[in-house]
């Protein structure tokens, strides 16, 4: 019964900033981390960020860090990735997830994640 749905993809010029939402449904979302991942074309998936059901965040990829932001509203179920002076490097299919559900409240992602949304696409261009 658990789902998550992103949102907030686009297109934007570079410098510009975008927010995505992930939004969980079918389970509370202080009882889940939640990372974010990109996958740019022809690359590997990578994970950017997570916050923990405490709200506690980790930032992992050295390329966003002072420039996104994760952060989440447990009343609307949501957690969210501010995306500042976008670079055409950041462009790529967002996606967040949950941890294994042994795991499922910790950011601990090394034996991959228990469930994925569908992604949303973001365009970096001129």
């Known amino acids: 019964q658990l789902q998550l749905v992103e949102s907030g993809g686009g297109v934007v010029q570079p410098g510009g900033s975008l927010r995505l939402s992930c939004e969980v449904s079918?389970?509370?979302?202080?009882?889940?981390?939640i990372a974010w991942y990109r996958q740019a074309p022809g690359k590997e998936r990578e994970i950017l960020s997570c916050?923990?059901?405490?709200?506690?965040?980790?930032t992992y990829a050295d390329s966003v860090k002072g420039r996104f932001t994760i952060s989440k509203d447990n009343d609307k179920n949501t957690v969210y990735l501010e995306m500042n002076s976008l670079k055409l490097q950041d462009r790529g299919v967002y996606y967040c997830?949950?941890?294994?559900?042994?795991?499922?409240?910790?950011?601990?992602?090394?034996?991959?994640?228990?469930?994925w949304g569908q992604g949303t696409q973001v365009t970096v261009s001129t």
């Open positions: 997830a949950v941890p294994l559900s042994e795991v499922k409240q910790m950011c601990v992602f090394f034996r991959g994640a228990g469930l």
């Open positions: 079918g389970a509370t979302l202080d009882n889940y981390a």
């Open positions: 916050i923990n059901s405490r709200g506690v965040r980790d």
